[in-house]
């Protein structure tokens, strides 16, 4: 691993906290179709990228002001694809999580993933990965209820997601 490569580190839901938030908000899992693959704006590639390799299967979690119905939070929910090596069949990540500026303070993506834990308790594990320089996402991911279990990389060639043994 060269010393460029930023460091990844990886948790599991453990015992999951129970977060709230305010109930000015709406929440759902949201299920691709290959012609509409997000509610979200931006690039449509990762989405076409991961509706292929998961065979449809990625859950995309939405958390809307109920008000305005703008998109305060999403996470996506993926199950094992490639790029995640070290991962089991039954297992599923949850990535590329993103909050609204305007939201931002208001639990939602602990909330978030403690939803999605709790929704998908019956797998075994549920993994969050983060930068390690990602402060505000290593605090969300303790207080949901995740514990670190391993570091890792991404490799330079496909991107691929590796723990480190």
């Known amino acids: 691993m060269a010393n460029k490569q930023k460091k990844y580190w ?3 839901k453990d015992k999951l906290n129970l977060i709230e938030i305010d ?28 509706y292929i390799f ?20 999403y996470s996506n929910i993926l199950p094992k694809i490639f790029k995640y090596d070290f991962m089991k069949n039954d297992d599923w990540y949850i990535a590329n ?21 709790k929704s998908f ?8 990965g983060v930068r390690e320089d990602n402060i505000a996402s290593i605090k969300g991911l303790v207080r949901a209820g995740y514990k670190k279990v391993s570091d890792g990389y ?12």
């Open 154 to 165: 991404k490799s330079k060639f496909f991107g691929i997601y590796r723990v480190n043994e």
């Open 121 to 128: 308790d019956h797998y075994i594990v549920v993994w969050g």
């Open 23 to 50: 109930d000015k908000f709406k929440y759902f899992f949201f299920k691709p179709t290959l012609f509409n693959l997000k509610l979200h704006k931006g690039s449509v590639k990762l989405y076409l990228f991961w």
């Open 97 to 117: 999580c993103y909050t609204d500026a305007e939201y931002r303070g208001c639990r939602l993506y602990p909330f978030a993933l403690y939803f999605i834990g």
């Open 54 to 73: 998961s065979l449809g299967r990625y859950r995309i979690f939405y958390i809307l002001e109920k008000e305005s119905n703008n998109i305060a939070h």
């Open 10 to 12: 990886f948790y599991n």
